[in-house]
């Protein structure tokens, strides 16, 4: 099954390139705020139902894929198992 | 001397991407310690009084500083030796591996300014109880170079104040309450980004972060004076 991973900085934590990239869009016209830079993490993992893949990426996330003291994540699960 | 000296043995540990290592065997030699490198296939450590975690950009750094590293065979057995109290210095990206290891409190992130800093940076030591700060003054400040790109640290909510053990004068990096080092709450594991090991002869530029070293070379030999 395919998942993607989305690692944000967590609400609070200063994201110095959130706000370059808002200058950025500003300077090119955009009317743009609260802009933040996360990581998007694609991969597949094989798992018998959604449930358990589900698990599997908390896991990771949990271990490796983000940092819980500055980062939060959100799983998306795509397509059949 | 009525007593021969023994040399303490501390390790620096090598990983993929580690570039302060060599830095660090040298400095540790010449502040008078048997300097052992430590592959970071090693399993088990060898017999050692402390160990250096090196800067540099171990496994790329891909993924978050230290992220990485933090699996690799030698950090579970340096976290191993620390949860015995064995003395750790982690230096810069050291630092960043003790705190994604958990060995430390807190995270390091990308700078504010978004810019690598290389230049040297006045330190305020805060303690000077540690086994990395006796020989130096609480309140001294000591100009150690700094060279990184994610050195902002940001402590747990719930940090012991008396953690801190250096502060910046004049923080590069955005760093929450100037902190540029921090304890476990034991003492035993230190974490810095500045860079003692590049500042030990006065041909450097400085040698204030001799004091750091000796300090751990002190503190190591009677280590192993008492093992004897």
């Given at each position: 099954m395919k998942a993607t991973v989305l690692v944000r900085p967590k609400t609070g934590i200063l994201d110095p390139q959130g706000e370059a990239v808002e200058r950025a869009l500003e300077h090119l016209g955009f009317a743009v705020s609260g802009a933040r830079v996360g990581k998007v993490v694609d991969l597949e993992v094989s798992a018998d139902d959604e449930a358990g893949a589900r698990a599997q990426v908390e896991r990771m996330c949990e271990q490796l894929l983000a940092n819980p003291l500055i980062e939060s994540y959100e799983i998306e699960l795509h397509g059949d198992v | 001397m009525a007593m021969s000296r023994p040399q303490p043995r501390i390790g620096v540990v090598t990983y993929p991407g580690s570039q302060d290592d060599r830095d660090a065997l040298w400095a540790l030699g010449a502040l008078d310690a048997e300097a052992v490198p430590v592959w970071h296939e090693e399993r088990e450590l060898p017999s050692l009084d402390a160990v250096v975690l090196p800067g540099g950009f171990s496994y790329g750094d891909y993924l978050r500083c230290g992220a990485i590293a933090r699996f690799s065979p030698a950090t579970a057995a340096v976290c191993a030796f620390a949860d015995q109290g064995g003395l750790v210095l982690g230096i810069c990206n050291g630092f960043q591996v003790l705190c994604e290891a958990g060995l430390l409190p807190g995270a390091l992130l990308r700078n504010e300014s978004l810019r690598f800093v290389c230049r040297d940076v006045p330190v305020r030591v805060?303690?000077?109880?540690t086994p990395f700060t006796t020989r130096c003054d609480a309140g001294q400040t000591l100009v150690i170079p700094v060279k990184h790109g994610d050195g902002r640290y940001v402590p747990p909510t719930d940090l012991d104040p008396a953690q801190i053990v250096f502060r910046y004068r004049?923080?590069?990096?955005?760093?929450v309450d100037d902190i540029a080092g921090v304890c476990n709450e034991t003492g035993n594991v230190l974490g810095l980004m500045p860079h003692p090991e590049h500042a030990v002869d006065p041909l450097l530029g400085s040698a204030d972060g001799a004091l750091i070293l000796v300090s751990l070379v002190e503190a190591a030999r009677d280590r192993a004076l008492a093992s004897v």
């Open positions: - | 805060e303690r000077s109880d004049d923080n590069p990096n955005g760093s």
